[in-house]
């Protein structure tokens, strides 16, 4: 499969177990997070996002927590499948400086059965 | 289906010979971007455009043009590709720019020689 990043920070989990994948953020302007997946071979997908005026947003296994005092985004995967494991990238968005999408470096989840 | 296609999925070329990636969407997006991934880089911005006719540099844009003829479609044109420029590229695009998740292609694996 493709290789989307060498030396990744890596979290490894038991299947079954929840998993916490963190992100500190840069721009305290930025008022969109989004969390992408990333599998081998293909392009990041979309998992959750949230806007600033929230802290917490739920989907169907997924929770992302926002602090915005520490400008710090995480992810949280509940139950976690051997099909979660992938590269996942946060994302921080504002209209300042025209519209860029900035990324982060990456998280490597590995999944053991 | 509602999706991001890009074209070709892999390309090997020499140095100097002109090259273009397609990408097309089906989603009435207004806006549209490329990204290339690099191993310990993560993914930046080469151009975004936030509409028909209107494009903009992104964090990394030299050697690389682009044009938005049309609203579905926003090719990636390599007028005298380098060595340098061998990676993996992503299209993506969604419905504001700003405040919307970024759709992907499943990339170009491009290697210049």
């Known amino acids: 499969g493709e290789s989307v990043g060498l030396h990744l920070p890596t979290l490894s989990v038991q299947e079954g177990d929840n998993s916490i994948i963190n992100c500190a953020y840069s721009n305290s302007a930025s008022d969109y997070f989004i969390w992408y997946k990333q599998e081998s071979g293909k392009g990041p997908q979309f998992i959750i996002d949230i806007r600033s005026n929230m802290d917490k947003r739920q989907g169907q296994r997924v929770t992302v927590l926002l602090n915005k005092t520490v400008k710090h985004l995480s992810l949280q995967i509940a139950a976690t499948q051997p099909g979660d494991s992938a590269v996942y990238f946060c994302?921080?968005?504002?209209?300042?400086?025209?519209?860029?999408?900035?990324f982060g470096a990456g998280t490597r989840l590995f999944v053991k059965a | 289906e509602a999706q991001v296609t890009q074209n070709p999925r892999y390309l090997i070329t020499v140095t100097g010979k002109k090259l273009t990636v397609t990408c097309s969407q089906n989603?009435?997006?207004?806006?549209m971007s490329w990204y290339r991934q690099d191993p310990g880089l993560g993914l930046r911005q080469i151009y975004y455009?936030?509409?028909?006719?209107?494009?903009d540099k992104g964090d990394v844009p030299e050697g690389y043009k682009v044009s938005r003829k049309e609203k579905r479609n926003f090719p990636l044109i390599l007028e005298s590709p380098s060595p340098n420029q061998t990676s993996l590229y992503f299209c993506?695009?969604?419905?504001?720019?700003?405040?919307?998740?970024?759709?992907f292609g499943n990339g170009t694996r491009l290697t210049v020689t």
């Open positions: 994302a921080e968005n504002n209209e300042v400086g025209g519209f860029k999408t900035i």
């Open positions: 993506a695009s969604s419905l504001t720019g700003w405040d919307s998740p970024l759709h």
């Open positions: 455009s936030m509409n028909v006719e209107v494009t």
């Open positions: 989603m009435n997006h207004e806006y």
